[in-house]
């Protein structure tokens, strides 16, 4: 359920206001407002900046601003991993170093224990744990920001115990947060990919995003 999804007027105390930067469109900072800071929050909070190797898990709407915050701004070194190559030549366009299919054993073996973070933006049914984990290095740390239905299962003791693995949550961000992250995104370059619908062809969109064809954000306008 959406809550003013559709209002053109808004009635709240003043510090959750900001303004949008004047170099950044409004069909480009309303993609930011959940999806950007999603990500970027994270990988702020935990410190990704150059000499960190980031596995960004899910090619989508997160997943394509997480790639390019932790690459184009922070300096990282950016793997982006995916259940299928489908999506290979979007990440690579948008700044990933490497690409991994999460299927596949040649990957899982030859990265083993060489990422400093993994942030998860897709996860689904029968979650390839051992891929994951077999992924981090020593103090490695795995940020979950998407949501699963089902509770969290099979996920074996010991790689966290061993290897000191953390496994953290993380949510949107504050208002100074939301600010920074626009500053930053206009500094750096970091911008989303739309695709643009009128406002009367709201349900081609949805139709369209549960087909799975939004590349990467879909932006309704008047």
Not at 34 to 47: D, E, S
Not at 188 to 216: F, T
Request: charge should be positive; proline fraction near 5%; include cysteine.
């Amino acid at each position: 359920m959406s809550y003013g999804g559709y209002a053109d007027r808004w009635r709240g105390h003043h510090r959750f206001t900001f303004k949008v930067p004047e170099k950044m469109t409004n069909e480009d900072a309303a993609t930011f407002f959940c999806a950007g800071v999603t990500t970027y929050n994270p990988l702020k909070t935990h410190n990704v900046g150059p000499g960190s190797k980031v596995g960004i898990v899910g090619i989508g709407g997160l997943g394509h601003f997480g790639i390019q915050f932790a690459k184009v701004a922070l300096g990282a070194e950016v793997y982006a991993i995916s259940s299928s190559d489908r999506k290979k030549e979007d990440a690579k366009a948008l700044g990933a170093h490497h690409y991994l299919v999460s299927s596949g054993t040649a990957d899982m073996k030859k990265h083993t224990k060489t990422l400093t973070h993994i942030l998860c933006t897709s996860f689904g049914t029968d979650f390839p744990w051992a891929f994951y984990l077999s992924l981090l290095r020593t103090n490695g740390k795995f940020i979950l920001v998407g949501l699963p239905e089902a509770p969290i299962s099979g996920i074996r003791a010991g790689p966290l115990v061993s290897r000191q693995i953390s496994i953290v949550g993380s949510i949107i961000g504050s208002p100074r947060t939301i600010r920074e992250m626009l500053e930053f995104a206009v500094e750096k370059g970091v911008k989303p990919w739309i695709q643009k619908y009128p406002m009367a062809d709201v349900n081609v969109a949805l139709k369209a995003m549960h087909e799975g064809k939004a590349r990467y954000r879909f932006v309704l306008e008047n």
